[in-house]
């Protein structure tokens, strides 16, 4: 009941349980577009390789003809023809195929074929798709996450589609600044925290070998209602749009059914068993979801195939005390390892900083004080990434908007960049460190030599 001495009558609040702005109206562009009567509807490739030669599986699903002749050919960024076939399902075979590759770790990053996909149907009608096809494989170890067979690690960023005017709206020159503010870090990944991204953004993602962590918009999983048989309905039918909306992605590498659900909760562990085995019977990516619960506790984490975990040591756990991170976040990772032997993504850390606020000793809310947190993880995984730590995500890559709240100091501050995308301190350092893993691991391409000015 509202309290008439307190809210006027009628009065209420919509509460969110999560932590971005809840911004109204139509975030994307909404296009509109007509088929012929016969059409493709669909398309599935599923791609590997066998020594030198790419191998692309496709299947294509036709609406409005029973009997259609199908022809697919496969052609080169230089406008060669390197593989045909005809059938709604088939394999072209590539010799010497060029392999889609992360950025940083091969000196053409991003290789995209072309599909182009040409149907014509009894009745004559004819429709046509020409579909970027990035060959590559992803596989999972105990302590490693492998593309194309090689070790990756992610030394990337956590997003949100936001900025300052725009809110969440679809805004080219922000998706371009942004992309080279990610080129300029050095990060190599990024994971679409808490929800799906507009479709332009795996597309660019893609053409530069940015490796991304698809995640559906299962944030706020905090209740025991959330577990109940409706809402996992709901929720197998979320992955299935995703997985057929984003599955040709080569830039995707894994999916992601949920960000720090209550997985200590008990319901919780036959709700993601059913949530991941549905979601690995439609594509064969690695599946995960973000926890921060614990260890010993948590339901979920026997499903996936690589844990994720959130983690703000000195920040909402200890504030003030940097001296505690290096401990703790050395028992994290150990406690995971030992019960699991899965790879391990840090799919979280950071600090807030208002930008401009200094101090020295550092002091929380300061520049200073967020660099340290991040020194001090750093620390860290540089010992356990040389055994089953696969990668480290900041949180966040900018500040953005949030609702109003007493740890909000007009949104959240834990960007690199501020909501108008200027750097912050920690934005230099990690990029002397992204550059610096890169210079390690991968096979850095001659244009981009470390440090990289
Ligand atoms: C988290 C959430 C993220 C928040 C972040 C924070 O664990 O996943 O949505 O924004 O912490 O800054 O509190």
């Not at 979320?238 to 909306?245: I, S, Y």
């Not at 979801?289 to 979920?300: A, L, P």
Request: charged content about 20%; proline content about 6%.
């Amino acid at each position: 009941m509202t309290d008439h001495s307190k809210y006027p009558p009628g009065y209420f609040v919509q509460n969110i349980n999560f932590d971005f702005f809840n911004y109204a109206g139509i975030h994307r562009s909404v296009l509109l577009y007509t088929t012929p009567e016969a059409y493709i509807d669909d398309i599935t490739v599923q791609t590997t390789f066998l020594d030198s030669t790419g191998i692309v599986n496709y299947s294509v699903a036709v609406v409005g003809s029973d009997r259609p002749t199908v022809k697919v050919a496969l052609v080169g960024k230089d406008g060669r023809c390197v593989a045909t076939a005809n059938g709604t399902t088939g394999i072209l075979k590539v010799a010497e195929v060029n392999l889609w590759w992360p950025y940083l770790m091969h000196d053409n990053p991003g290789y995209l074929y072309s599909m182009e996909v040409q149907l014509t149907a009894e009745s004559g009608d004819k429709d046509s798709y020409a579909l970027p096809v990035g060959v590559r494989t992803v596989n999972v170890t105990e302590s490693k996450f492998l593309i194309n067979s090689k070790p990756f690690y992610f030394h990337g960023v956590n997003k949100h589609e936001d900025s300052d005017i725009r809110g969440k709206g679809f805004d080219w020159p922000l998706i371009v600044k942004d992309f080279n503010l990610l080129k300029w870090m050095g990060a190599n990944s990024f994971r679409t925290s808490h929800y799906p991204y507009a479709e332009e953004i795996l597309d660019v993602a893609d053409r530069l070998g940015i490796v991304v962590i698809d995640e559906c918009p299962g944030v706020g999983i905090k209740d025991i209602r959330s577990f109940d048989p409706i809402s996992l309905d709901h929720h197998l039918v979320v992955m299935e749009e995703l997985v057929r909306r984003d599955k040709n992605h080569p830039s995707v590498v894994m999916w992601s059914v949920a960000n720090e659900p209550a997985a200590e909760m008990p319901p919780a562990g036959p709700y993601f068993k059913q949530l991941i085995s549905h979601t690995k019977s439609l594509d064969s990516r690695p599946v995960t979801f973000i926890t921060d619960s614990n260890y010993s506790r948590d339901q979920g984490a026997p499903y996936v195939d690589v844990i994720c975990v959130n983690s703000y040591f000195s920040w909402y756990h200890d504030p003030g005390h940097l001296e505690v991170i290096s401990i703790q976040l050395h028992s994290q990772f150990d406690d995971w390892y030992r019960k699991y032997q899965k790879p391990i993504i840090q799919s979280e850390y950071g600090a807030d900083a208002v930008p401009g606020l200094h101090s020295d000793p550092p002091t929380m809310f300061t520049e200073e004080y967020q660099k340290t947190v991040l020194q001090n993880y750093h620390k860290v995984f540089d010992q356990k990434r040389k055994e089953f730590v696969v990668g480290e995500l900041i949180w966040n890559f900018a500040d953005f908007m949030t609702a109003q709240g007493i740890t909000r100091v007009v949104g959240n501050k834990k960007g690199m960049f501020t909501r108008q995308r200027q750097p912050k301190t920690g934005a230099f350092l990690l990029r002397e460190r992204y550059w610096r893993i890169a210079n390690e691991t991968g096979v850095l391409p001659t244009w981009a030599k470390y440090p990289c000015q």
